[in-house]
């Protein structure tokens, strides 16, 4: 049975979604406001999971001698693994060893005899199923293997990361609006306005994926200096 973790409690500011509510429901002319929080929501979710902008350190594994799948558990219970981003082994003697990520095909192709016959030091980590991963070879010694996941909210979540919001306040406005606004026949229908917002989100969007991928910092430039005329 794959092993689960209980997530712990963390101290990182969070902001509700609703918090977007007041500001978007000026342009939405009798729009509910819980229709524009689960919308929001929804968004965010969009968000994360096309411009992977969210990466959390999950929760240690503590590998059991034998058993080959585990469950991927964040420290905050309103997110959801995507995708692992990265993975290394660190064995009982403190030993560093790196754990690459294979496509599952890849893995059953690779050690046909996986998991019933393939006993080793885990080289690599896969999955079939949202929420759990798989080390290959099947574990037979100690260790704790340390993940980072790139994450997004999950399906019933009330907030987001105070920094995540922050950073991306301006695509979660444009991405709701254009959302709510595309809808036919009611109060608050604009197809216009959706048209413009759902331009400005697509070219957000891309701008988030890229910022992210910079890990939210500028390339650095080399500076040279001019002689004076």
């Known amino acids: 049975m794959p ?28 729009c509910p406001d819980l229709a524009i929080e689960r ?4 968004m965010a979710i969009d968000l994360c999971q096309r411009g992977r902008v969210w990466t959390l350190d999950l929760i240690p594994i503590a590998m059991v001698v034998a058993e080959p799948t585990y469950a991927l558990v964040p420290d905050v219970s309103y997110a959801e693994v995507i995708d692992i981003f990265d993975a290394y082994l660190l064995d009982s003697e403190g ?16 050690h046909p005899s996986w998991p019933q016959d393939d006993a080793g030091r885990p080289q690599f980590i896969t999955t079939n199923m949202t929420g759990y991963a798989s080390l290959v070879p099947v574990p037979d010694l100690a ?9 997004r909210p999950t399906t019933t ?35 216009k306005l959706a048209d413009y917002h759902g331009k400005q989100w697509t070219y957000l969007l891309s701008q988030a994926t890229i910022r992210a991928g910079q890990e939210y910092n500028t390339d650095s430039q080399a500076v040279q200096m001019r002689p004076l005329a």
């Open 39 to 42: 919308t929001v929501r929804k």
């Open 143 to 151: 260790g704790d293997v340390y993940i980072k996941a790139y994450m």
């Open 157 to 191: 979540a009330t907030e987001l990361p105070t920094w995540l919001y922050a950073e991306f306040q301006r695509e979660l406005f444009h991405s709701t609006l254009h959302e709510l606004m595309a809808m036919p026949e009611r109060s608050w229908s604009n197809p």
């Open 95 to 110: 030993d560093k060893t790196p754990i690459t990520w294979k496509p599952y095909k890849a893995v059953r192709a690779g």
């Open 3 to 30: 092993i689960i973790l209980t997530p712990l409690v963390t101290t990182v500011p969070t902001t509700v979604f609703s918090a977007m509510v007041p500001e978007i429901s000026a342009f939405l002319p009798g």
